[in-house]
């Protein structure tokens, strides 16, 4: 009697929640991919949830898990801050075709940093890629303190950290010490799984790395400028390509993203989409140097029922929802941006 | 183990029709669990193969570089992280968990035993997340990293192997402990009172007498508790520093197969042939050494139960008969007796001691977690939704009754009929391979049987690459929870059956009943409370289970609203949010982590008084 009193209760739950669905329930997205713009997108679903009761339900995984999980068709769409390459492209075409590539979020990443009380620390790309090439091994190396005189760096070991698994902040980060290190350009190399030298702690999504930071005495990471400011980590001022020391900031990234766009996007993976740049160490005196963006990915052909819905949604994020960005730290898009994404998503078709 | 096979009584006329459906149904539940292992096996292998196949070329056991974008997949360091844990938690937890387990058996008081017998299921019903987050915070960041940091180890963070080895330790005493109490238990009293009787001390005889005897089922408990060690994933995962680089030394970070898996499986799709079949062949090798393992113990435990003569040690006899033993000068025979009485005084405040640090561990989680979680549950974390202000985690409560009940609503009919098949039924050839497979499945780890039901409902293996795929579900992660349930469902409902005496089911026959009618009015009945306990224990383990639901039911903002949809959970959650940085998230991980560990212990604890200790004894199935 009892066993049946306790099956019958868990059927009547299951029951009740598969039953709670209902006929004029909100239409839910499945959707995952990048940390990297997870805070934004999280408000953004609070936000349209409760503007026009659609749910957009974001896993942040990181940038490889959009990728694979989108060519999966595990999710509706996906996001990354690394648009695909020829490789991952091929393999979603043969998947389910084309896929659209819209920016959403532009943001800088910070490079944060755990050493008692300093708050803030000059760096160069150079110097950074040492850091990541072990090369620099102690937070008094001479190379250090000559950016920062005056400033009592500790004699203390230096733990870099950087992404486990497959991440666009990675391949955002690597991109911009490649270009400023022949060195690191040849080993790791541009990549959003790149192979660091032995010493170099890896954690898992732009959390984990802010969380071993954070946590950590002596260690430096690379996240999303949100993950910093709104964790309360210190992080780096860095010297641009124009030699001028820039903290990031909306307005820093802003300046970058003006400067990139006025570059014709000649190389891959930027080349494959007609709306991905390339925003890391860009030229002017204000920008900062390590920008990219979050795009996101969805099939050129969707589904009659999910497709408009989830290209309202793009289209709601790039116009309204872009006045949560500077709240979250995140650059507005240009407008110019804005508008040839719009119309790039009227590509987009429904069957 | 605890009944003793009776002759089977078996029903006087000629089944009818019911009784023929009856018996076909419970030896298709009893196929099916045949079925299901061997396609887990099966999956595994047809998804590993394009790794299995290129075995050399891709360096997998010959290599320690892991670099995916060069295709090259050396994974020793991996293997490395699993044997070094593992050995780590095995050279804590043997002689403190066989310490402990002589102490409980031969000089703890009744009262003191049972008190410590129940700490100890306590301790082994803490979800293995909850293990991890506390190891993380308490035992690497609050216990290592000074330590580490007062010698001058490079290792600011406390995580590594060492950290992922204790922690292990901890997870693997209670059961350690508890097997080696019950073969401590099983030695015949005659031995110890021989040994006494010829004037040795407690000690002696626990060494020289008691130890030995139960040799072989200590042995064999290590080698279940090894299994275990190198299968968990949530504890290891969270604090052994996922390095990519084959480190050694004490401080030295690294990572461990199931660790990797569930950290990369999702990041690959059904086009990344070979990362993701690597993967899935590292998870094959798990699944082989835990196998191994398992094998390996419940041989040695059934040789040992089994009745014996021991061949006596060789005497060599003395011819001459006028040989006579001289006797040893009386001082020295008091001193042998005074150092004997010292060294038994010794050891036996060591083994006091390896008992007190084997429940040490429960009462620093359970109070860590209080402290850390009590004050952030609030009504609102029972109410509202994780982007809600304030955030709360009512849809992941939800989805994990949603998961375990779907989970429950799978495993406990199909393990019943299977119970009464094998309890039932013994004369049938199928029974012993279904046992056997049964216990085999009970040791699989969860990651391997997440990546399974991946195979079968998230991502089906058989669709060809750019079909749609059915993506991320209650039913996937309820399918794999109800998978880890099967075994202990089936174990505990089978001890329970074979507790009812076989008078019952004679004076049943006698009054005409067929064998369904005794089974499902006489027997059913009869042990329905033990059943209950059993399926209640296993409810209270899959409810904290975590690392088969990151790669099935994945997690959801939302209310899950259809069983198709992603599902949330609370030990998701625990886990998602232990390893991010925000005050307000961490302080919604220690809310659910204590509440997760409220839900469990209770249900554990609630379990245990309500039925009574026999029929826990009965429906224990560790």
Sequence with gaps: ?351 | MSSSPAPEASPPVRSSFGDRAFLSLSQSAGVFVLSLAAAMVAVLTYQAWPALSRFRELQILSSTDWNPNEGVYGSLLFVYGTVATSVIAMLVAVPLGVGAAAYLSEVAPPRVRRTCSFLLELLAAIPSVIFGFWALEFLARRGLAPTFGFFGLNNTSGEGILAAGLVLAVMILPYITALSFDVCQAVPRSQREGSLALGATRWQTIWNVVLPFARPGIIAACFLALGRAAGETMAVTMVIGNAEYLRFGIAATGDSIPSLIAGRLHETSAADVDKRAVLIALGLLLLVITLVMNVGARALLRWASKPRARPGRAVSVIEDPNYQLAPAPPEQTVRARKRAARTDKAMMVVLWFCQLLTVVPLFLILGYITYKGAGHVSTTFFTNLPNDKPPGLYHALIGSVTLVGLAAAFAIPVGMLAAIFLSEYKNYRLVKPVRFVSEMLGGVPSIVIGVFAYAILVYPFWFAVGQKGWGYSAWAGGFALAIMMLPVVIRSAEESMRLVPNSLREASYALGASRRQTVLKVVIPAALPAIITGVLLAVGRVAGETAPLILTARGSQFLPRLLSDETPSLPYYVYDFATKPGEAQKNLAWAAAFVLLCVVLLLNVGTRLLAGKRVVAAARAD
Aim: with cysteine; aromatic share 8%.
């Design chain 1, 1 to 351: 009697m009892r066993r049946l009193l306790v099956l019958g209760s868990f059927a009547a739950l299951v029951a009740l929640v598969s039953g709670c669905g209902g006929k004029n329930a909100a239409p839910r997205i499945s959707a995952g991919g990048a940390t990297f713009v997870d805070p934004l997108i999280q408000k953004w679903s609070g936000d349209y949830k409760a503007a026009k009761n659609v749910e957009i339900d974001y896993v942040a995984k990181g940038s490889g898990y959009g990728i694979s999980n989108l060519t999966s068709r595990n999710i509706d769409f996906g996001c990354s801050d690394a648009p695909m390459n020829a490789k991952e492209l091929a393999k979603a075409k043969e998947a389910g075709g084309d896929v659209v590539h819209v920016p959403v979020a532009i943001g800088a990443v910070a490079v944060i940093f755990n050493l008692d009380g300093i708050k803030d620390l000059k760096l160069t790309g150079e110097v950074l890629a040492d850091i990541y090439l072990r090369k620099i091994t102690k937070w008094n190396d001479a190379k250090i303190a000559a950016l920062n005189p005056g400033l009592g760096l500790p004699d203390k070991p230096i733990t870099p950290t950087a992404r486990s698994g497959s991440s666009g902040t990675s391949a955002i980060f690597t991109e911009y010490l490649s270009k400023r290190s022949p060195e690191f350009a040849k080993t790791p190399g541009t990549s959003k799984e790149p192979k660091f030298p032995e010493g170099v702690e890896k954690k898992p999504e732009n959390n984990g790395v802010a969380e071993f930071v954070k946590a950590t005495s002596g260690a430096v990471g690379y996240v999303e400028l949100a993950f910093a400011k709104s964790n309360d980590i210190a992080y780096a001022t860095m010297i641009n390509k124009a030699g001028k020391p820039v903290k990031p900031d909306p307005a820093s990234v802003t300046s970058a993203v003006d400067e990139a766009m006025k570059v014709k996007q000649d190389k891959e993976p930027y080349s494959l989409h007609p709306l991905a740049y390339s925003f890391t160490d860009a030229a002017g005196d204000g920008s900062y140097p390590i920008v990219g963006a979050s795009y996101a990915m969805l099939f050129k052909k969707q589904p009659k029922d999910k497709g408009p819905v989830i290209v309202e949604f793009l289209k709601w994020a790039m116009s309204d929802g872009q006045k949560s960005a500077a709240e979250l730290h995140y650059a507005p898009l240009p407008a110019e941006l804005a508008k040839k994404a719009q119309e790039l998503l009227g590509s987009v078709t429904f069957e």
